[in-house]
């Protein structure tokens, strides 16, 4: 006999949140369910007076406990479902697959209503990367989704590190091919008619940090003429940007050699839009290289660091490391230069961000101004505060 469906009925300050849109109910604030529950269930969620409010997917692993899916009427969750989902998904992406860029975020989980699950592209290979394990036993039903409407020649699965173990029970591995032939090495993709390579098997997240997009190539507007330091520097998106736009020099800093390899191929790829400008490489942990650098000796600087704060309780420490860094790239910048300021820190507000990086500067006692800030580009956008994790500050220095 068929087990009873999942009722859950939530305490009033969590009705609320779902109610106004917040994909996440905390196991606390779950007042009552009718039974027990494995992950990857679906979970009905009613309100105080026995109406439907949303349908979740049940975690029993996770603080999150649901990961909300649906709310409005009641609705079957199945493959129709799913590709009215992904069809919305791409909608909302038109005009940023193009001719000159073929790597794009197709699914930005929550903000999506696919929570936990991000479905990326570079050229013609789809990289499906999952966060959270409610995913498992729909993994077909979504594949078959994903083959009939973008239509990829592979995919590739990517799991996140706590997932992995309890994958292997779905005979899911992390990298490997679910659909069509597998790369066997880095993926070349165009971005704004350049040339990158996306690790989708080994690297940081999908293979590539698709989401700078808009401020890759905004340095790329800036960079005539100037010398320029990237540091944090990665794989050198920045950097090729800034050659191709005319930069006379740039810099690449990284405390990873492998990152700094993988820029050097990355200019190989671009030899004939950035062989003007010279291309150094330092391997140095940028905290304590930064501080004791020439200074006023770039016309840019670029700082773009890794998350300071991927718990709430790093929050406070991660702020004052932003004004610490704004502070001492504001001394390596020449009169006239340019200061891009970037977080990727979803514990620290942007309000926060924006603010420390400003009181820096104006204690830095060089008169500037705030040329323009930005968020997260269409294919990353944001539905609900903690989904709001980009920020990026460009300031010129008188």
Known sequence: ??????????????????????????????????????????????????????????????????????????????????????????????????????????????????????????????????????????????????????????????????????????????????????????????????????????????????????????????????EVLNAFSFSGGFSVHAARGGARSVTDVDISAHALESSVRNFALNRDSTSQAKHQRIQADVFDWIRTARAESYDMVILDPPSLAKRESERTGAITAYANLATAGLRLVRPGGILLCCSCSAHVTGEEFFAAVGNSLKRGGRPFRVLETRREPADHHATFPEAEYLKALYAQIE
Do not use: C
Request: net charge positive; no cysteine.
């Open 1 to 226: 006999m068929a087990s009873k469906r999942l009722h859950v009925r939530l305490r009033p300050t969590a009705e609320s949140l779902v109610r106004g849109g917040h994909p996440w109910v905390y196991s606390d604030s779950i007042r009552e369910q009718n039974r027990e529950a494995t992950t990857g269930e679906l979970a009905v969620v009613f309100d105080r007076n026995d109406n439907f409010l949303a349908i979740g997917f049940y975690d029993a692993d996770s603080p999150i406990r649901i990961r909300i899916i649906h709310r409005g009427k009641p609705a079957d969750i199945n493959g129709d479902f799913w590709r009215a989902r992904l069809r919305e998904a791409v909608q909302r992406r038109t005009g940023i697959l193009t001719a000159d860029t073929n790597g794009l975020r197709w699914i930005n989980g929550e903000s999506d209503f696919f929570p936990g699950l991000v479905l990326d592209q570079y050229a013609d290979t789809l990289v499906l990367k999952l966060y959270s394990a409610v995913w498992f036993r729909r993994i077909e039903e979504i594949l078959a989704v994903i083959r009939e409407e973008l239509r990829p020649t592979g995919l590739v699965l990517r799991l996140s590190r706590n997932i992995q173990s309890g994958a292997r029970a779905f005979s899911l591995e992390d990298a490997s091919t679910l659909i069509g032939e597998g790369p066997s090495g880095p993926v070349i993709f165009l971005e704004s008619n350049l040339k990158f390579e996306a690790d989708v098997l080994k690297g940081q997240k999908t293979g590539f940090f698709l989401d700078q997009r808009e401020n890759r190539r905004r340095v790329g507007e800036l960079s005539r003429g100037k």
